[in-house]
């Protein structure tokens, strides 16, 4: 096929135009790699109505098939309705919605067949990438969507017309470049939008910890290391001990489970006020002027609960949160997408009375787990009616020989579990012993109830910890001389997990981590797998921490900095210029810019000449418009090469030049060349146009002036 006249200008292709089997293949790549993006999160089943597509187009180029017809397209979108339907359950969450964003995306092929859809299949294409970004917005995710958009942007450099890859390529790249310092500037300066800006991310939760335990439930975590949150303090870092992160303040127990009892049930149950039990402010009001032990920022996962972790009670918080009477911070709603959360508490058991009241917190189930209540009876008698000796007394009952702490322990299955785990198996984990502690606590009548959180976490080089599911904890407080007091059994039985998390406990240790098998924890002792483990968490949570959560504050920040950092460079610039005061300085400063300008101007200038070097299409553009400034110029509907060749008798000195100039011009235009043999080509036409209009600034002759 012909290649376009050079002298018509960049190819623009016609919509109508049918594709070519290279150009379908093109936006199928595009396809799999923006649904390469969705798949760790959308169905599998994506990657075969993909893969049938493209065989039902490759059959279809082939005459096997024949083109797809409006019924079997109507059929194709239905079917992907059902599927998704019964996928999801429901087409109105955001799953729903992105996979059929990208059912669409992949169907749009089988009725792409001129340029203009094929437009319309890369524009989806943008979209889908862009969604993307609902499931993660980590390093991976934006280097692995650059990448997408790329390959997209250089299809539609394609279909607007480029000669083959590399220019496509060349042109993407040279794009991308031109448009990075504004995206930059842009990210820096332009004020976030609210949901416009800040992506919500899929409804899904972080962490396995819930606000209901029983007995084992938290010994499952110890299987994941998924991230729940990371934490950088302020000051002074917590030592291992102090490191109760408070999440969940579980209070019912129905002889099974502990569970907690919300403000609206307590309020409605006890028929008080709700702002009893709950308020929203950005400072708690149940602690009074309690001076702060600890101040941090959390990066937050998302999550489809409020919860917010707080190491002991919360005092205060950057934003408006809900602060419950017993000690439980929550967000006004649930995280969407990662967030920064900046507190200060307490660093230990909250010191208010719950307003439930000490009898709402001492009840238990009536009959239930009769022997535990035997004991509490009988260590009540031996302390002698003294709260402290009887919780002392309970507590070193746990580090006897026959209990044992494990990640493994055995599944309780009689009615009474609190009776089964002290008297028949005794083995079990946090959970098993924090409810048997505020079990025997409540049947003494001693106010107690369970506290769900998590315990730890690992300290980075850089002085951020993160926490993960496997450090989830449970203990117990105890209300003991006019305020909470914390009491870990665990502290007790297994004195390792509380100074080096779970991974210390040996018995039943083949289960941790057994959920993550290719975890990078598990190569811990390996020194430089470790290193490299550490260095890229350091790296992803500087990047979520600056970048995920660069926010008005921030922004703020580097615009003050950014200021005075200016300020300090006008006053050094009033000092060292030559003149007096301000008017010559800005006179000076002036002349640098002027000579900056000058400079880029100069560099943009040597730029284009470089780029119409390697472009013959715009090397013989413009020495076209020259010529016809010399009265040179080609008829209508004349050829490149014709007009050349014309007026090289009327060119004088430049007419040899002109006569080479054409022969170059059609052996490129018509010849197949190899690229070596083309660049060679190119720089030899360069040559003699700069001869042409050296020559034609000095006519001779009978050149035209």
Not at 56 to 74: D, I, T, W
């Amino acid at each position: 096929m012909r290649r376009p006249s050079l002298g018509s200008g960049p190819a623009v292709l016609a919509d109508g135009r049918a594709l070519s089997a290279a150009m379908l293949r093109q936006l199928f790549i595009g396809q799999c790699l923006v649904l390469a993006l969705h798949l760790p999160w959308m169905p599998a089943w994506l990657v075969g109505l993909a893969a049938a597509v493209a065989g039902y187009r490759y059959l279809q180029l082939r005459r096997r098939l024949p083109r797809a017809s409006l019924v079997l397209r109507l059929t194709a979108v239905a079917g992907l309705l059902v599927v998704l339907w019964l996928e999801f359950g429901t087409l109105h969450g955001m799953d729903g919605l992105v996979g059929l964003l990208l059912g669409v995306y992949l169907l749009k092929l089988l009725e792409t067949h001129d340029r203009r859809d094929a437009r319309v299949v890369v524009m989806i294409g943008m979209v889908a990438t862009s969604v993307a970004f609902l499931h993660d917005q980590g390093i991976l995710m934006a280097v692995a969507a650059l990448l997408a958009l790329a390959w997209l942007l250089q299809s539609l450099v394609r279909l607007s017309g480029a000669s083959g890859a590399r220019q496509a390529w060349r042109e993407t790249l040279w794009l991308l470049g031109l448009s990075a310092p504004l995206m930059a500037l842009l990210f820096v300066t332009f004020p976030r939008l609210g949901p416009l800006w800040s992506l919500p991310q899929m409804e899904r939760a972080s962490t396995g910890l819930t606000d209901e335990i029983a007995p084992g439930d938290i010994a499952q975590l110890s299987r994941s290391d998924a991230r729940a949150f990371r934490a950088r303090f302020e000051g002074r870092d917590p030592s291992p001990g102090e490191r109760y992160w408070r999440v969940y303040t579980l209070s019912h127990f129905d002889g099974i489970r502990w569970s907690r009892a919300r403000p609206p049930e307590l309020a409605s149950a006890l028929n008080r006020p709700l702002d009893h039990f709950v308020q929203e402010a950005r400072r708690t009001p149940w602690e009074g002027d309690a001076p702060a032990g600890f101040t941090v920022e959390l990066l937050l996962e998302p999550d489809s609960r409020p919860w917010r972790p707080s190491l002991g009670a919360p005092l205060t918080t950057d934003s408006r949160q809900r602060f419950l009477a017993d000690g439980t911070l929550e967000g006004l709603a649930a995280l969407s997408s990662r967030s920064l959360l900046r507190l200060s508490s307490s660093g230990a058991a909250p010191t208010n009375p719950d307003p439930a009241g000490p009898a709402w917190q001492a009840m238990l189930p009536a009959e239930a787990n009769p022997r535990t209540r035997e004991l509490a009876d009988r260590l009540w008698r031996e302390s002698g009616g003294d709260a402290r000796a009887f919780l002392a007394a309970a507590m070193a009952r746990f580090g006897e020989t026959p209990f044992r702490y494990t990640l493994s322990p055995p599944r309780l299955t009689s009615v009474d579990r609190v009776d089964e785990f002290l008297f028949e198996s005794r083995a079990g984990y946090c959970t098993h012993y924090a409810s048997a502690m505020a079990v025997l606590a409540r049947a003494a009548g001693i106010p107690a109830r369970v506290v769900a959180g998590f315990l730890g976490g690992e300290r980075h080089p850089d002085g951020h910890f993160t926490v993960r599911d496997y450090d989830a904890h449970a203990w117990v407080e105890v209300w003991l001389d006019g305020r909470w007091q914390r009491l870990d059994p665990t502290a007790v039985i297994a004195p390792e997990r509380i100074e080096q998390g779970p991974e210390a406990v040996r018995d039943g240790g083949e289960v941790f981590l057994a959920d993550a098998r290719f975890s990078a924890l598990r190569m811990r002792e390996l020194g430089w797998v470790n290193a490299l483990r550490l260095e890229w968490e350091r790296l992803e949570y500087r990047w979520q921490r600056g970048v995920i959560g660069y926010q008005r504050e921030s922004r703020v920040a580097l615009m003050e900095r950014i200021a005075e950092r200016l300020g300090a460079l006008w006053a050094w610039l009033v000092e060292v210029l030559p003149g007096r005061g301000a008017l010559a300085t800005g006179l000076a400063l002036l002349a640098a810019l002027g000579g900056l300008a000058g400079a880029a101007v100069l560099a943009g200038l040597g730029w284009r000449h470089h780029r119409r070097g390697r472009d013959e299409r715009a090397l013989v553009l413009a020495l076209q418009a020259r010529l016809v400034r010399h009265g040179l110029g080609p008829l209508p509907g004349e050829s490149p090469a014709a007009h050349l060749r014309r007026i090289a008798p009327r060119a004088g000195a430049a007419g040899p030049a002109l006569e080479e100039s054409a022969r170059h011009v059609e052996r490129l235009a018509y010849a197949p060349l190899g690229s070596a043999e083309r660049r060679e080509r190119q720089h030899r036409l360069a040559q003699r146009v700069a001869e042409v209009r050296r020559r034609l600034r000095r006519p001779r002759g009978g050149a035209s002036a």
